[in-house]
């Protein structure tokens, strides 16, 4: 006897789709530097040596001597022959106030036309020049120089693309029941097919 129903079982159907995870990087580019440099500097300054010649004295004692020298010294020797003079009187007078001792006018007047100046030797210029100095200089500055270096550098890109999994279904499973068989009308008139049985 052939089976009335027939079980067909479909199987689910799909397709896997994945995706492997995977590390992208950008390299950076060179580094790049900016270098400045100063120079090295000598500076070298110098000075002769200076010497400095003071004849004022030497001249004097000769005689040259400036205007407002000539002036002092020619009131300060007044002042003196004055002083001198007044002295020189007062002591005259002394002597002629000694009539009693047998001094006489004609007597102190012949002393006086007797006596000889003072003289004394003096070696001209009587005085060297003042000589004073000062030693030649000499001043030197380097500058050794000096080189800067800025760097900038770039870090690499790194970015990470996570996996991806996808599942597409492109069948759903299921079971499909065929009946094989022919159907059953109620009543049994209802068939088509249906033919009266005779007596």
Do not use: C, H
Request: aromatic share 8%; proline share 8%; charged share 25%.
């Amino acid at each position: 006897m052939e089976p009335l129903l027939r079980i067909e079982t479909i199987p689910i159907e799909y397709q896997l789709q994945i995706q492997r995870p995977r590390l992208e990087m950008r390299q950076a580019d060179n580094p790049q530097g900016v270098m400045e440099k100063t120079p090295s500097s000598l500076k070298i300054s110098t000075q002769n040596i200076q010497v400095r010649l003071d004849t004022t004295e030497m001249r004097s004692s000769i005689g040259l001597k400036s205007a407002k020298t000539l002036i002092s010294d020619a009131a300060t020797y007044g002042k003196q022959v004055a002083l001198e003079a007044i002295g020189e009187m007062s002591r005259y007078g002394d002597e002629i106030s000694q009539i009693q001792d047998g001094v006489t006018v004609a007597g102190l007047i012949k002393q006086k036309m007797l006596e000889q100046p003072d003289t004394v030797t003096v070696f001209l210029p009587s005085t060297g020049p003042v000589i004073s100095w000062e030693p030649n200089q000499m001043n030197i500055q380097y500058d050794a120089g000096k080189l800067e270096f800025e760097w900038e550098v770039n870090q690499n890109v790194m970015n990470y693309v996570p996996g991806k999994f996808e599942m597409l279904i492109k069948q759903y499973p299921k079971v499909q029941i065929e009946y094989l068989g022919d159907p059953n009308y109620v009543p049994p008139s209802a068939n088509p097919n249906y033919e009266e049985e005779s007596a």
